[in-house]
């Protein structure tokens, strides 16, 4: 049941609301920070990829470097596609985005060895691979702000230091309660529980992203 209690969290988390354009009609580039951090502590496809990141690493260092490579990936996409004004289909990129999620939770759960009897790709190369499609989506909700004419390049950077913030904090609590929950005997059950909950979040993702996508062009 708590899959269906947070799903419609998980499908709204990323509008454009009207109260972010005033934060940022309002504000400098501080209000640009805000939002962005805002934006990806609510961003629950992103945090739902990430923490099945998380699940696989047991090493601090290894934690931090696989965080490190995804954040390379969608700052370069976030950046570079915003400046230069190359926008996605939101629909599509959100449910490449749930397939994230889904990939993520099946790989966790063995399922390259168990359904296609070989090994899962790279995941630091996946990892990097994703995190230029989430930077995409991301790129995608901010050009849907009027930013105005001026300092738009500081203003790109300053929602992306956002993201890294937001993204930080809503980090810190899923890693400690999943290295708090490791040593414990329910841990295998929690384990093979919350990645059957990424898969079918991702598949409920990239579902609704699609049928949004098809009624759109319909």
Aim: glycine share 12%; proline share 2%; charged share 15%.
């Amino acid at each position: 049941m708590p899959l269906f209690c947070l799903l419609p969290m998980l499908l709204w988390a990323h509008d454009v609301s009207d109260a972010d354009q005033e934060i940022l009609d309002g504000g400098g580039l501080l209000s640009y920070v805000w939002v962005g951090a805002k934006h990806m502590l609510t961003g629950y496809d992103h945090l739902l990829f990430l923490g099945g990141v998380i699940f696989f690493l047991k090493d601090f260092k290894d934690i931090v470097k696989f965080i490190t490579v995804f954040t390379i990936g969608h700052s370069i996409t976030l950046i570079g596609a915003t400046y230069l004004g190359i926008k996605a289909d939101e629909h599509l990129i959100d449910a490449v985005i749930g397939l994230s999620v889904l990939y993520k939770g099946f790989e966790n759960l063995g399922g390259f060895e168990k359904v296609f009897k070989t090994s899962s790709p790279n995941l630091l190369g996946m990892v990097f691979l994703f995190g230029l499609i989430h930077g995409l989506g991301l790129s995608t909700r901010l050009q849907s702000f009027a930013m105005g004419e001026s300092d738009i390049l500081a203003k790109i950077i300053s929602f992306n230091v956002g993201v890294e913030l937001g993204q930080i904090a809503a980090l810190i609590p899923i890693i400690f309660v999943i290295n708090l929950w490791r040593g414990k005997k329910s841990y295998d059950s929690f384990y093979k529980a919350a990645n059957i909950y990424l898969v079918i979040a991702g598949i409920v993702l990239t579902a609704y992203q699609l049928i949004g996508y098809f009624e759109g062009h319909g």
